[in-house]
């Protein structure tokens, strides 16, 4: 869930019917997204590619499985802004437990002409989870997302790593960092804001239903990606779920908004399924 996201408003991160007068753009956006909606399930019939797997906003550790394909269906919206849609596969791409890879592809639709005119972007994932070689050994991913088909308007091109461990009663925490295209990723002042820290809490609440998942992330910097956002999920069986969350960005100016609602959905199907990742 969540660009790889990966995404503000001002860029690359069930549908929801704007209000065509508070958001202008909401009505254009929600009737593309019914053709995106078409073209993804095309898409997913002859496995194509997908979204990385994420936490709320940043990647997290998680691959999918060899053989399933996963679906996110992503908005994020706050009144007056235009409705942010992020709709896209994600395919686990190797047969083997303690290396897994997924690639994929997002469409993202922002309510900005220019962009929305490319709405297409690759992302691909390496990982191996928590004790795959030693008992001890934390989880590791590395990966790159955004990676936009319009040369100098959405080829962010972020590269990232993290480390991952799964701690008794605290949950799991994550710690990594990402850079990214310095042309595009620019703070306010039109300065480089490229890179920063990557970190999340999450856990399922097993102490009341295995069903409900809860998760705090952090992206540092002060372009549009920069946000800290927390959410919770709930899984109406183990491979659909839906999460319920809120960002705040650390740059409004360039994410567009000061804040937004995030809903995602995420469906899982293939012969790994059932075994998928919490996030998008």
């Known amino acids: 869930m969540g660009l790889d996201r990966r995404r503000a408003a001002a860029g690359p991160r069930g ?23 078409l073209l993804v399930a095309a898409a997913m019939a002859a496995r194509a590619w997908a979204t990385p797997s994420t936490q709320i906003w940043i990647p997290s550790t998680d691959v999918q499985k060899f053989g399933t394909v996963h679906l996110n269906y992503d908005v994020y919206a706050w009144p007056a802004t235009p409705v942010t849609l992020d709709l896209g596969p994600t395919v686990g791409l190797l047969p083997w437990n303690r290396l897994q890879a997924e690639a994929g592809f997002d469409i993202v639709l922002t309510g900005d002409p220019k962009t929305d005119a490319w709405p297409l972007y690759f992302n691909l994932k390496i990982g191996t989870p928590e ?81 409900l998942w809860v998760a705090i992330d952090y992206q540092g910097g002060q372009s549009a990606l920069g946000a800290l956002s927390g959410a919770f999920a709930w899984y ?23 804040s937004s609602v995030t809903l995602q959905l995420d469906i899982t199907v293939g012969s790994g399924s059932g075994a998928g990742e919490t996030g998008g």
């Not at 809120?246 to 567009?256: K, N, R, V």
């Open 131 to 211: 004790g795959s070689f030693a008992r001890w050994m934390p989880a590791l991913a590395a990966g790159i997302y955004d990676v936009g088909i319009k040369p100098g308007l959405t080829t962010q091109n972020v590269v990232y790593g993290l480390v991952a461990r799964t701690l008794p009663v605290v949950g799991r925490l994550s710690l990594g960092y990402y850079f990214g295209n310095p042309s595009l990723l620019v703070d306010r002042a039109g300065r480089a804001a490229n890179r920063g820290l990557l970190a999340s809490w999450d856990r399922t609440l097993t102490e009341l239903t295995d069903k």
């Open 15 to 37: 549908m929801v019917l704007p209000d065509e007068r508070a958001n202008p753009f909401g009505m254009e956006i929600f009737m593309r997204a019914r053709i995106v909606t």
């Open 236 to 258: 109406f069986t183990p491979d659909i779920g839906l999460l319920a969350g809120y960002d705040w960005y650390l740059s409004p100016q360039m994410a567009g908004r000061r």
